[in-house]
């Protein structure tokens, strides 16, 4: 039987904080409306389950430690990245209730955040495992710098709604501009420490094998933060008496109101 290590214990830390995240997401997503809010609060539900799967993958190693059980941790540990920037592409969502950013455009940013997820998961799942070790390969950089990109894309946007809005902004609008503003240096930090692991040979940032103190400081322990004050500001925000509801997309394929011109 395997004993317990340092990097398991980061494991359970995250066993033990992600399921809080996972029931304030769903409160939030309640709160948004189901159909609407899938577009906003889905994301950091999904983060959570990610991190409670490779958490739970983490555990599993101690006495079964295989090379599919390293790509399974590996897997959870790059995909969650996708999930954590869609969480405040969907803030922007949610602050922009008048679509002032053309809706055509969160979307695309939505989708090439997901084709960095596939081309994630492409790459972990065909990584060469002649050393036993999983490392990064051509295709996981190519998503990393897709993640990049979307980090720094989504950041430009929140300057310019914010411009274009903050005349005239409401209170759970400031509070979902605070928590994407307050997040961005633990998201920084997160998304250096994954890059550094990528496209460096740097031992420290190794994933699974790396410095496992650096691991907790540079991508557990941001990222919990991160999610904690988005999180808490996002629950803040839908509680707030001028909490304004985003209206269902309309199909063509709905009948037009009889009152209506």
Not at 109 to 138: C, M, W
Request: hydrophobic share 50%; aromatic share 10%; charged share 15%.
């Amino acid at each position: 039987m395997g004993s317990v290590t340092y990097r398991d214990g980061i494991a359970i830390l995250q066993l033990i904080i992600f399921p809080f995240i996972l029931l304030a997401s769903l409160f939030i997503w309640k709160r948004t409306g189901w159909r609407v809010g899938s577009k906003i609060w889905r994301f950091p539900f999904t983060l959570s389950l990610i991190r409670i799967a490779g958490s739970i993958s983490s555990l599993i190693s101690i006495n079964n430690d295989s090379y599919n059980v390293e790509v399974a941790i590996a897997v959870c540990e790059l995909i969650g990245i996708a999930p954590l920037l869609l969480t405040y592409i969907g803030i922007l969502r949610q602050i922009d209730t008048t679509e002032m950013t053309p809706p055509r455009v969160m979307k695309l940013i939505t989708l090439v955040a997901f084709i960095g997820l596939i081309l994630g998961i492409a790459g972990v799942s065909s990584a060469d495992d002649s050393t036993g070790t999983y490392h990064a390969d051509t295709i996981v950089k190519a998503s990393m710098g897709i993640f990049l990109a979307v980090f720094v894309i989504y950041h430009l946007i929140t300057a310019w709604l914010f411009f274009q809005l903050h005349m005239n902004l409401r209170v759970f609008q400031k509070k979902l501009f605070i928590a994407i503003l307050a997040s961005s240096p633990f998201i920084l930090v997160r998304l250096v420490y994954s890059a550094l692991g990528d496209y460096t040979t740097d031992p420290k940032f190794a994933v699974l094998v790396g410095n496992t103190t650096v691991y907790l400081v540079m991508s557990v322990l941001e990222e919990i933060v991160a999610m904690a004050i988005t999180m808490f500001l996002g629950m803040s925000a839908v509680l707030s008496p001028d909490f304004v509801k985003l209206a269902p997309p309309r199909s063509d394929s709905e009948p037009k109101d009889s009152n209506s011109v």
